[in-house]
């Protein structure tokens, strides 16, 4: 079932982390988390949405997904396949948007999907031991506050929903505004080449995917609990010719 928005409690065993738009990248998310000592046991890894497309990987999220200590937003990617029945949308996605994995998907892998695409929220916050952490793909409502733009999404406002997948307005435009009602917040969606501060938003997709266009493109992880902001990342320079093995 469809919820708008999840919250966490406070991680008291372990470490929280939050990663930028993988689409597909996922070896260099294995590294990332190698190299911080991941614990599946104790440690959460929350993420940003735009897991799927582009990248060499995409099937690979479903797996992704599944796992008990992962847990993401929707990016407007998600929301893509959500809608692909309808053929605009599909063409648009899989001619332009780096949908064409799907086209290799049989009916059970595809219906597994969608299930799992349809069950991740919008919005996610976490009880984080120094602050309230929201997490959302694009970005908040500059004219909202955190509960404000949570009870929106409950109320299953669509262009709240579409403002949380799609929105660049912060980050192209003053990046103004102090997200009120919530300490931090972590958006991906908009790639840059560091972390973005804006007032209390961290916009922190450093361009993964697009490795063959900037040698400097790199996924970036950062730790929130109790790490409060300390960024890792490695590059991905080279990874997108890796083959479907390794
Ligand atoms: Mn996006």
């Keep these: 079932m469809q919820r708008p928005f999840r919250r966490f409690a406070r991680n008291a065993a372990g470490r929280d982390f939050v990663v930028g738009d993988i689409h597909g990248m996922f070896p260099a998310l294995r590294q990332l988390l190698a190299g911080v000592a991941f614990d599946e046991d104790c440690d ?11 990248g060499p990987r995409s099937r ?12 993401a937003v929707r990016g407007n990617h998600e929301q893509f396949l959500l809608d692909s029945d309808d053929r605009p949308t599909r063409e648009l996605w899989i001619g332009y948007n780096g949908g064409g994995w799907w086209l290799e998907c049989g009916p059970a892998e595809r219906e597994a999907f969608r299930e799992a695409c349809a069950a991740l929220p919008i919005a996610i916050e976490i009880d984080a031991t120094q602050g309230r952490v929201g997490i959302v793909h694009a970005d908040a409502p500059r004219s909202n506050s955190w509960s404000e733009f949570l009870s929106r999404l409950e109320s299953r406002d669509e262009r709240a929903v579409e403002h949380a997948l799609w929105s660049r307005e912060r980050i192209s435009a003053g990046r ?30 450093t361009g993964a995917v ?13 730790e929130i609990e109790p790490g409060w902001c300390r960024a890792v990342s490695v590059s991905t320079s080279g990874q997108g010719v890796m083959s479907g093995s390794e």
């Design 44 to 54: 959460r890894l929350f993420s940003v949405g735009d897991l799927i497309d582009r």
């Design 210 to 222: 697009y490795h063959r266009q900037f040698p400097d493109a790199r996924l970036t992880m950062v």
């Design 60 to 71: 690979e999220a479903l797996e992704w997904l599944a796992k008990p200590w992962f847990h």
């Design 176 to 205: 103004s505004g102090h997200v009120t009602g919530v300490d931090l917040v972590f958006c991906g969606h908009t790639p840059t080449t560091r972390i973005v501060e804006a007032a209390n938003v961290r916009f922190i997709d």
